[in-house]
C-alpha cells in the first residue's frame, strides 16, 4: 500500500509517495520506492537527496537499542527501562546538587510539530529548566528576529511559492536555491524569461550562474559586505525617489530616521567597499522599483553573521519603502533551511518562547500556557540562554552539567566546533536521540534510538507556514521508540505534572490549544483536517480558512505599520583578510544536508560527493602552488581542516568556499567563529579568515 508523505530534508517540504518494492525485487533494493507527487512547492519534482531518501530506512548503521557508556568507556547495549532509569536518576541528583538549571535541552529544526512541542514542554515542567534551545538559533534566528521587529509576525515567506510564478524581478540574496532546494527553481522559471533573476553571492553559484544568457544579474560583492550593498540600494531608491511614497505615508512609521541613516551611503562608496559597480548597483535599484511582481528573498548567506539581524533588516527595509509586502504579486521573504525549521521555532524550543510564537516574558502568555499544561504559571521558568551561549556554559560556574540533545548534530553543527567537541567531553551526562551513531551521539554517555520520519505519524510546517501532515509509511525496527513515548517515560520518572500524550493527534490537538491566540495560531487545525489535504497557512485560528498572505491587508503591529529601524555598519568580530589570508565562506552542496549524519549514509550521495572540496579562483590557488586535486590545510587561530582544491574561476580570487558537511578533520565548522549578533545570537558562520597552504 502507498504512502502520500513529504521529504525529510528541506523546508520545501517536497510531496512524495512511498511504495512497498515489489516481489520481484532484488535483495539489495530499499524497502521503499520514492516517487514524486504533485504538491504546489515542488511540482512532483525531487532532489537527489529525495529520491534517495528511502535508503535511509535500511541502513545497516540504524541504531535499534540504547546504548550505554559502561566504565570502560565503551557504549554497549541496555534495556530501555536499564537506560532510561539511568537518565532520569542522574537528572535527579544533579538537579539537588547544583538546581534545575543544570541541566540543558538542544532540539532541532527537523522535528516535527508534536515533538518540538512536547520537547519544550517537557524542558519547563518535567525538567523545569530554562536552559533549552534548538540548532534552529544556528539557521534562521537572525531573519525571525528582523522579522518580528519589522512586521510583527515572522513567517518565512508570508505568501504561497506559486506568487513567484508571476514574478518580473526577484532578489535573492545569500540562497543558492540551485543546489539547497532544486525543485524551488520551476517557480523562477519566468522571472528568467524576464531577465529579472538578480543573484548575490560571492561566488559564482549554480543559482548565480541561472543568471547568464540575460536572464538576469550576478553580483558578488565581498564577503560580509551585504549590509553594505542593502544600504548602498536603499540609498539610490531613496535619492532616486523610486520609493512608493504612497505605500510608505500609508504602512511604514521610521521612513525619515532611515532616509538620514543612508545618506552616507552613496554608489561610489558603497563600490569601494563591496566591489559592485556603481552602474550595476543603479541598475538593480532600478529594476526592484521599476513595477509589479517583484520579490526580495534572502537566505543564510546574509543572515548567519554577528550582524545578521541588522542586514536582514536592511533588506526588509528596503522591500518596505518600495511596497512590496502589502502590494499583491510581490513581497518580501526569507527562505527557511530545515524542514521543519518553520514549525519548530513556533511551539516552545527557542529559549525565549512559549508555544504560538508567545513570548516567555509574558504574563498573560505564561497563564494561558500554564492553563493548558495544568501548571502554576510561576512553575514555568523564565528565558533561557540561546544555543551558542548555552553550549558555553558547560563547564561554568552555573552553568549546565548535563544535555539532552534531540535531533540536532552540535559536533559538526556549531562554530569553533572543536571547542564544542571539548565541552561536551566534561558533561557529567550526555544523552542523545537519533537514529544513526553521529558524531555527536559517539560522545554520549546514552544513546536512544528514535524513529525516523517514515515511521511517524505528525505534522510539519513548509518554508510557506503551510502545515502539512508526515504520515507514517512503514513500521519502525524492533527496540526503536518514537521520542514521544521517551519524554513521557522521562515525565513519569520524574514525577512531572500534565499530560504527555503519546498520540501525535493528541500532541497536537493540545499544541492547537496553547497556541491559541498566539502569534502562531494552529488552534483551527487538526490531524484529520489535515489529512484531508487543505491548504493550511497559519495563523489558522478556530472558524478561519487559513491566512496564505498576512502582510496583504498591513502589518502584523497593533497599528498595521511596519517598522523600519534604520541600522549601521559595525565591525565585524575579525578583521579583513590581510597578507596571504583569504576569507573563508561555507555552505550546502546538492548532494548533501546539515551535517550530512543522514546523507553520507547513502551510496549515491556519497560516491558524487566523497571528499571535502575547498573551491579556490585558479590564480588564488597557483599562487600558492595549489592545483586542482592537490591537499590542503585551512588553518587559523581555532583550528585546521584538510581538503582537496578543486577552482572556479566564479569565486573571488580573495575568498574560499567550504561545505560545512563533513565530519572529522574535514568539519568546516573547525574554522569559524562562535561569536554571535546581540539581537538573534545568530554565530558568524559565513565569514572567518583563514590561511591556506599545501598539505605537503
Partial sequence: ???????????????????????????????????????????????????????????????????????????????????????????????????????????????????????????????????????????????????????????GLPFPLTDLDEARTVLMLGSNVADTMPPFLSHLAAVRDAGGLIVVDPRRSSTARLTDDGQGLHLAPAPGTDLELLLGLTHIVISERLHDAAAVERWTQGFDALRRSVAAWWPARVQQITGVPVETLRRVARRLASGANTFILTGRGVEQHANGTDTATAAINLAVILGLPTRAGSGYGTLTGQGNGQGGREHGQKCDQLPGYRKITDPDARAHVAAVWGVDPATIPGPGLPAVQLLESIGEDHGIRALLVHGSNPVISAPDAGAVRDRLGELDLLVVCDFFLSETAAMADVVLPVTQWAEEEGTMTNLEGRVIRRRQALPAPEGVRSELWILSE???????????????ALVFDELALASAGGIADYSGLSHAMLDADIDAFWPYPVGSSGTPRPLLAGYQHPDGRARIVPVAVRPLPEGPAAGDELTLITGRLLEHYQSGAQTRRVAELVAARPALEATLHPATAADRGMYDGDTIVLTNARGAVTAQVVTDSGIRPDTVFLPFHYPGEHSANLLTVAATDPISAMPEFKRSVVRVRPAR
Fill in 1 to 155: 500500500m502507498s504512502t502520500s508523505t513529504h521529504c525529510p530534508y528541506c523546508a520545501l517540504q517536497c510531496a512524495m509517495t512511498l511504495t512497498p518494492r515489489g516481489a520481484d525485487a532484488a535483495a539489495s533494493d530499499p524497502s521503499m520506492t520514492v516517487s514524486g507527487r504533485e504538491f504546489p512547492t515542488n511540482r512532483g519534482g525531487l532532489c537527489k537527496k529525495g529520491w534517495t531518501s528511502s535508503t535511509l530506512l535500511d541502513s545497516p548503521d540504524r541504531l535499534t537499542q540504547p546504548l550505554v557508556r559502561g566504565d570502560d568507556g565503551a557504549l554497549t547495549e541496555a534495556s530501555w527501562a536499564d537506560a532510561l532509569d539511568l537518565i532520569a536518576g542522574r537528572i535527579v541528583r544533579l538537579q539537588t546538587a547544583s538546581g534545575r538549571d543544570c541541566i540543558g535541552v538542544f532540539g532541532g529544526g527537523g522535528l516535527t510539530n508534536e515533538k518540538a512541542y512536547q520537547l519544550g514542554k517537557f524542558a519547563r515542567i518535567a525538567l523545569r529548566t530554562s536552559r533549552i534551545d534548538y540548532n534552529g538559533r544556528f539557521c534562521m534566528s537572525s531573519a525571525a528576529a528582523a522579522a518580528n521587529r519589522a512586521f510583527g509576525i515572522d513567517r
Fill in 490 to 504: 522521562l515525565a513519569r520518572r520524574l514525577d512531572a505534572p500534565g499530560r504527555f500524550d503519546l498520540d501525535p
